[in-house]
C-alpha cells in the first residue's frame, strides 16, 4: 500500500540504487540485505558497483 501511496505521489515508481565501492563483507551484506527487503516489499533496487580504486570522477559519474 505504501509503494502505491509513493508511486502515485511521484509519478514513478520508487526505486533504490546503491553504488557500492570494494568488497568489504560488511558492506555486501548490508546491500545486499536492502535489495532483499525492496523485492519482498516491491520495490526496485539496482547495485553499481565500483572497484576500490575507483576514482572520484568515476564515483560521481555512478551517482548522476
Excluded at 540485505?33 to 565500483?50: D, F, N, Q, S, T
Amino acid at each position: 500500500a505504501e509503494v502505491e501511496a509513493v508511486t502515485a505521489e511521484i509519478g514513478r515508481p520508487p526505486k533504490l540504487r546503491v553504488v557500492l565501492v570494494g568488497e568489504r563483507p560488511d558492506s555486501c551484506l548490508y546491500v545486499h540485505r536492502k535489495m532483499e527487503r525492496c523485492h519482498e516489499i516491491g520495490v526496485g533496487a539496482e547495485i553499481h558497483r565500483l572497484g576500490e580504486s575507483a576514482s572520484q570522477e568515476e564515483l560521481e559519474a555512478a551517482i548522476r
